[in-house]
């Protein structure tokens, strides 16, 4: 039983390159979440998603866009990398919007 | 807005010793309230949940009470084990801010042989 799987698991970006982080899952979840964790902090929301089709801005989203074409994928898109966005981010996914169900992580780190 | 506070740590303790770590919130509505706990290398797992005032949420040996009058949600555990060792994260999902859930700092524990 796979629940949320994140690619890659680790990635270096050079200042201003773009990538996509990739997330999904197979539990037939409709909502689904980006955060990101900064060494020693909890998780802040970036995005997230009630349904296909439908996305929503959370506590973080400069810097980043999101889009949500199947019930089971929710990649997050980084535009022109910046140092600040180095950190750990984790996609979740929720069937009611209340328990949610998070991914391994991924680390990026951009020089 | 919504928040979240709970102890810093990191927190140090001996196999078989007991654990409490401290969790207050905040919130406009009614909220439900959770324990992730994240071991290392890994992503967050939901340890314990309660969804209204005096639940208790329970799960390996873990427990917390949904305390309304003190808006505090305490994480215990009687006897840790050095495989407890881990981040424990609370955290607190308002319906009425569309079941986004706001999470607290962390308490990092480390429980030693």
């Known amino acids: 039983n796979a629940g949320v799987t994140q690619t890659p698991k680790f990635r270096i970006l050079k200042i201003g390159q773009s990538m996509t982080l990739q997330c999904a899952q197979d539990?037939?979840?409709?909502?689904m979440y980006w955060y990101r964790q900064d060494p020693g902090m909890g998780l802040k929301l970036i995005y997230y998603?009630?349904?296909?089709?439908?996305?929503d801005k959370g506590e973080v989203p400069n810097g980043y866009n999101v889009s949500r074409s199947t019930t089971e994928d929710f990649p997050l898109r980084l535009e022109l990398a910046a140092p600040s966005q180095t950190s750990v981010y984790f996609c979740?996914?929720?069937?009611?919007?209340?328990?949610?169900?998070f991914g391994p992580g991924t680390r990026l780190l951009v020089l | 807005g919504n928040s979240v506070t709970q102890m810093e740590g990191p927190v140090t303790l001996s196999e078989e010793a007991f654990l409490t770590i401290n969790c207050t919130y905040t919130?406009?509505?009614?909220?439900?309230l959770f324990w992730y706990v994240q071991y290392p290398g890994e992503g967050l797992q939901l340890l314990l949940k309660?969804?209204?005032?005096?639940d208790k949420g329970s799960n390996k040996g873990f427990e917390a009470t949904y305390r309304k009058e003190t808006t505090s949600f305490h994480l215990e555990k009687g006897s840790v084990q050095v495989s407890d060792s881990a981040v424990y994260f609370c955290?607190?999902?308002?319906?009425?801010?569309?079941?986004?859930?706001?999470f607290g700092g962390g308490t990092r524990v480390l429980v030693k042989p």
């Open positions: 979740a996914s929720s069937s009611t919007g209340e328990t949610q169900y």
């Open positions: 539990m037939n979840h409709n909502y």
């Open positions: 998603s009630v349904g296909a089709g439908i996305t």
């Open positions: 919130a406009t509505g009614y909220p439900s």
């Open positions: 309660a969804t209204k005032a005096d």
């Open positions: 955290a607190l999902s308002d319906r009425a801010a569309g079941n986004k859930l706001t």
